[in-house]
């Protein structure tokens, strides 16, 4: 069965330091996307970070960038220099492509609340 | 570009009525997929719907339905509220819904139920 599981449900972080949120996957399919999505008191999901199975590098976007390792089936996201700002929840999801061949919906974790303190 | 709106934002009502949410996409994507947020369950998939099709379906009742017009816009149903309907209801919309395509989201429908 498809999961992602995020193990932190709570973490706190001084302003300005780096942060890691931790997020395991686990499928069969070779072809899965890899997301990162934060969502504040708003509600609102917000999209951060994007890893796709095949890619070798890990991605970075600005402040974000997401330590991919495939045989662990881990996509862990690191927060650099972490803002005031960065307080939120934050999801890791996955998409894969269902068994009947059409395109999967997204499998969200559990999500991880970040605190950054001033 | 306008991002994926959500309409209304915040809802309330009570048991046994029904309610129509509404979701536009980002201009141009022709995805839509909606998910429900409850404290408990967290962030579950209901349908996907793609060129006014049901792609994908979760594990919901039949009470919650939902369509796609021609123009991407979707509704989405819910008949005989129950107070465990009581959630904030998240519309995405991607390009044509691959699995390695970045879904983008709406900030939300906070429906109450009474």
């Known amino acids: 069965a498809q999961k992602i599981t995020q193990t932190q449900p709570g973490m706190f972080v001084q302003e300005k330091e780096a942060v890691t949120l931790d997020c395991t996957y686990d499928?069969?399919?070779?072809?899965?996307?890899l997301f990162w999505y934060k969502q504040p008191s708003s509600g609102e999901m917000i999209f951060l970070i994007y890893q796709g199975s095949y890619d070798q590098q890990n991605a970075t976007e600005g402040r974000y960038s997401l330590n991919f390792q495939k045989a662990r089936k881990s996509a862990n996201l690191v927060i650099s220099a972490s803002q005031l700002g960065d307080s939120a929840m934050y999801f890791c999801a996955m998409r894969v492509m269902n068994y009947g061949g059409s395109q999967g919906n997204l499998i969200f974790g559990k999500g991880t609340k970040l605190s950054v303190k001033p | 570009k306008a991002g994926v709106t959500q309409t209304p934002r915040y809802l309330i009502k009570t048991r046994g009525q029904q309610v129509t949410l509404s979701c536009s996409p980002i201009?141009?994507?022709?995805?839509v997929s909606w998910y429900q947020q409850t404290p408990g369950q967290g962030l579950q998939f209901l349908f996907e719907?793609?060129?006014?099709?049901?792609?994908n379906k979760g594990n919901f009742p039949g009470r919650f339905s939902g369509r796609q017009f021609s123009n991407s816009r979707s509704e989405m149903n819910v008949s005989t509220l129950e107070l465990g309907d009581s959630a904030l209801y998240l519309c995405?919309?991607?390009?044509?819904?691959?699995?390695?395509?970045?879904?983008?989201f709406g900030p939300g429908t906070r429906l109450l139920v009474l």
């Open positions: 995405a919309s991607s390009v044509i819904g691959r699995n390695q395509e970045t879904q983008y």
């Open positions: 499928t069969s399919d070779p072809s899965y996307g």
């Open positions: 719907y793609f060129s006014e099709t049901q792609r």
């Open positions: 201009s141009g994507h022709r995805s």
